[in-house]
């Protein structure tokens, strides 16, 4: 079996004061944004970190963010 390296690169954005992701997959070149996350920028930083540490693919960064936006609301 072989192994698929991925090098997602996620940054923040702002549009109309409200933050989103943009991110870019470095082996492949695809790309992903999601605008409108919050209007906290510390919240969306922290988000952007935790993918980028996480290695997580453009693929399941919608779950990601899905699940890291509700997590804060459960508390």
């Known amino acids: 079996m072989f192994e698929v390296s991925i090098d997602p690169n996620y940054s923040v954005t702002c549009e109309s004061g409200f933050f989103g992701i943009f991110a870019k997959e470095n082996t492949t070149g695809e790309t992903f944004e999601m605008d409108g996350i919050s209007s906290d920028r510390k919240t969306v930083f922290k988000i952007a970190e935790t993918l980028n540490r996480n ?15 509700l997590s804060s609301f459960l508390k």
Do not use: G, Q, T
């Open 55 to 69: 290695k997580v693919s453009l693929i399941h960064a919608r779950d990601v963010i899905r699940d890291i936006v």
